[in-house]
Every structure is written in structure tokens, then in C-alpha cells.
């Protein structure tokens, strides 16, 4: 499956970002969605992943309570609500299909994209 996120952009301290991943060319539905950041220098970090019936969602630690995670079978597209936006969730931020490997344990695989990034000014 081929992954196109976008929506990412410059947002001040306490703003808001809805990031888009498109996805293409594979059984999109079948797949658990995670999104991923990574920070340059730093390793690809979990941030929230859905299960394929968006039945069930993670998060992180650091983003629960300020970010929603949610998907659309039909048009393809995993969606990723960022609210309440900190200088520390600057990044670029990726989708990926994942694997499940225990609480807030997602690994994703795959195909990554290039990615969008996020910068919030403080």
C-alpha cells in the first residue's frame, strides 16, 4: 500500500492541526494505522494507531487527552486530530500500517511516505 500524509504546517503554541494519510494500490481496510514522528537525530517515535475497524485506538503517552486518531474505510484515509499543539511535537510525522505488539507498542512497516511536517512555535 502506498501512504500520502499531508496537513502539516507552522501553528503557534495551543493551536490545532488535522493531519490526512492517503492510502493507495492495497487493502487498506485490513490493516491496522499508526501514526509515527520522528524528530531529526532522534529515532521514529509511536504516536497513535487505530485497529482496521477503528474499533479500538492508542496513544501515546505524551499526545493522549490533545490528539484523536480516526479513519474512513471508504475513501482510504486514516485522519489525525492534533489539538493543543506543544513546541515538543514538532516533527515530522508519518502513517504507517502497524503491527500490534502490546500497549502503546506499535511498530509500523512498509512503505512510510515522505512524511509532513509538523512545527509548532512557542
Known amino acids: 500500500v502506498q501512504l500520502q500524509a499531508s496537513g502539516g504546517g507552522l501553528v503557534q503554541a495551543g493551536g490545532s492541526l488535522r493531519l490526512s494519510c492517503a492510502a493507495s494500490g492495497g487493502t487498506f481496510s485490513s490493516y491496522h494505522m499508526g501514526w509515527f514522528r520522528q524528530v531529526p537525530g532522534k529515532g521514529r517515535e509511536f504516536v497513535a494507531g487505530i485497529t482496521w475497524s477503528g474499533s479500538a485506538t492508542d496513544y501515546a503517552d505524551s499526545v493522549k487527552g490533545r490528539f484523536i486518531i480516526s479513519r474512513d474505510n471508504a475513501k482510504n484515509t486514516v485522519h489525525l486530530q492534533m489539538n493543543s499543539l506543544k513546541p515538543e511535537d514538532t516533527a515530522v510525522y508519518y502513517c504507517?500500517?502497524?503491527?500490534?505488539?502490546?500497549?502503546?507498542?506499535?511498530?509500523?512497516?512498509?512503505?512510510w511516505g515522505q512524511g509532513t511536517l509538523v512545527t509548532v512555535s512557542s
Open positions: 504507517a500500517p502497524s503491527i500490534v505488539e502490546g500497549d502503546k507498542n506499535w511498530r509500523g512497516f512498509g512503505s
